[in-house]
């Protein structure tokens, strides 16, 4: 089976600018989520989706960070606008059901650099 | 609150040693236990995960974990380190008793001498 794609692998930008990124998780797949991965650190919940709805997003910035998950399909999460700290990788995953006891399979993320 | 402590943000064996990465956990409920790996400029990729039932479990590319309840422990080994194995690997668990969302560990980076 496909994995979840995400889009784009590497991003540059200057802080102040806006940016979005892209995730389309495995077919069938009801829960998404969208993690935050620091140099040196392990990832970290931002939001987690099930369907189209919101299940947890308490650990978003909300004040610059914003997701979506349209038709409960792909996602988008955007940030704007950016800061030197946001530079990070941004995971997103996919799982079968809420329930995590299969864990969850991961996109290869996308590098974000903010200068 | 569930957490996620690994030992050593940084562990290097030798070629052909064993490779032990520590992990001690604790929450309030039962949990689910996962090894993750990440390779260089890579998602995170599923080793292994402990759910019920027995609690010594085998993952892939020659890794194991013993869930020891006493010890709040799941730590991941491996008879013989390869140089493939260099990696980041990171521990982790369920959060709640809904268990549906996975907190993650600060990783241990493993490095294989020649």
């Known amino acids: 089976e496909a994995g979840v794609a995400q889009s784009p692998r590497y991003k540059i930008i200057e802080k102040r600018q806006s940016v979005a990124f892209w995730c389309n998780p495995i077919?069938?797949?009801?829960?998404l989520y969208w993690y935050q991965q620091i140099l040196g650190q392990g990832p970290k919940l931002l939001i987690q989706f099930q369907n189209n709805g919101v299940v947890d997003d308490s650990q978003l910035p909300k004040d610059r960070f914003s997701a979506e998950r349209l038709k409960g399909v792909d996602s988008t999460l955007k940030i704007q606008p950016a800061k030197l700290e946001d530079s990070a990788v941004y995971l997103c995953a996919s799982s079968f059901q809420q329930k995590a006891n299969y864990g969850y399979t991961f996109g290869s993320g996308t590098r974000l650099t903010v200068v | 609150a569930q957490s996620v402590t690994q030992l050593g943000s940084h562990v290097s064996v030798s070629e052909g040693a064993l490779v032990l990465l520590r992990c001690n956990y604790s929450?309030?409920?039962?949990?689910?236990l996962f090894w993750y790996v990440q390779y260089p400029n890579q998602g995170l990729q599923l080793l292994l995960k402990?759910?019920?039932?027995?609690?010594l479990v085998k993952g892939i590319n020659g890794f194991e974990a013993e869930f020891k309840k006493s010890e709040t422990s799941f730590h991941l080994t491996k008879p013989s380190a390869h140089m493939s194995d260099a990696a980041e690997y990171f521990c982790a668990v369920t959060q709640g008793s809904s268990a549906s969302k996975i907190i993650f560990g600060s990783g241990t980076r493993l490095s294989i001498r020649p």
């Open positions: 402990y759910t019920t039932g027995a609690t």
């Open positions: 077919s069938g797949h009801a829960t």
């Open positions: 929450s309030s409920v039962p949990p689910y």
